[in-house]
């Protein structure tokens, strides 16, 4: 067995539930003027945690280079979709409403 | 191409449970209101810590330790029920302050997406039952138990970081 493979799965996460507590204890305890700024912020913590786990438990730090930048590129785009959401959406579906 | 169509499925999910954050913020936080945002914090540590569960038992598996790997297994499947039954909870709370699917589209939506994710779950556990029960009572794993051990947990954390980004868009 690899132990340096058993430590990193533990480093893995202890930084994911870190980062989840920190995050929900930061929101919940201070206010946040902008509610736009606060979804982007969240949107790239949640993309953070999310590559996380794709790359340590789901092995992609051991798949091929296509595959890693297939699964990096889908986290990156839909976690930067959302956090562009205040500024997308006017653009794109006001002229339809 | 299963966990393709569903990882696709659901971040159309996710897009639109933005756009409807960011387009309608009064209604959006009148039914978030409603809810506890703690029980979602303890069902993403408790995901987190499935997924981290899972990936210790395939390494083990792949190493040969099949029983360790199994108890592992069953920690996994734990944090599944444990999951099922912290959801259940909320449905029930939310219910009874009057958060019902009909109430508003925030409902609608909520019961809608966290209901599917839910479901994934659940396909998940049997799958983790299949990995323990037909594929660990041996001392050693065939190639093909190996290969629906290791699909059963890319499946597993597709299911976990689903999670996290709905737990970003309902609860945050």
């Known amino acids: 067995m690899n132990i340096k493979t058993i430590r990193t799965?533990?480093?893995?996460?202890?930084?994911?539930l870190l980062i989840t507590v920190m995050a929900y204890w930061h929101f919940e305890t201070t206010?946040?003027?902008?509610?736009?700024?606060?979804?982007?912020?969240?949107?790239?913590?949640?993309?953070?945690?999310?590559?996380?786990?794709?790359?340590?438990?789901?092995?992609?730090?051991?798949?091929?280079?296509?595959?890693?930048?297939g699964v990096l590129s889908w986290i990156a785009a839909l976690a930067l979709l959302i956090a562009g959401m205040p500024y997308i959406a006017p653009i794109l579906f006001e002229p339809y409403l | 191409m299963f966990i393709a169509i569903d990882a696709a499925m659901f971040s159309i999910i996710c897009l639109v449970m933005s756009y409807y954050r960011v387009t309608s913020p009064q209604a959006f936080g009148e039914g978030q209101a409603l809810l506890s945002s703690s029980t979602g914090l303890l069902n993403t540590l408790i995901l987190l810590s499935s997924s981290y569960f899972f990936a210790k038992a395939v390494s083990l598996a792949r190493a040969g330790a099949i029983q360790q790997a199994k108890r592992l297994f069953q920690a996994t499947l734990m944090c599944g029920v444990s999951f099922v039954l912290v959801?259940?909870?909320?449905?029930?709370?939310?219910?009874?302050?009057?958060?019902?699917?009909?109430?508003?589209?925030f409902f609608?939506?909520?019961?809608?997406?966290?209901?599917?994710?839910?479901?994934?779950?659940?396909?998940g556990m049997v799958g983790i039952t299949v990995c323990m029960r037909l594929y660990c009572q041996d001392q050693s794993l065939t190639p093909t138990g190996m290969v629906f051990i290791e699909s059963a947990g890319i499946y597993w954390h597709l299911v976990d970081m689903i999670w996290i980004f709905l737990f970003l868009l309902i609860y945050s």
């Open chain 1, 31 to 69: 206010s946040i003027t902008s509610s736009s700024i606060a979804l982007a912020v969240l949107a790239v913590v949640a993309g953070a945690k999310v590559s996380l786990v794709a790359y340590y438990f789901m092995e992609l730090n051991h798949s091929p280079t296509l595959a890693k930048v």
């Open chain 2, 87 to 105: 959801k259940c909870f909320e449905y029930y709370e939310v219910i009874q302050q009057g958060g019902l699917y009909s109430t508003s589209t």
């Open chain 2, 108 to 123: 609608s939506y909520y019961y809608s997406f966290t209901g599917l994710h839910l479901f994934h779950v659940v396909l």
């Open chain 1, 9 to 16: 799965y533990e480093l893995a996460w202890i930084s994911l």
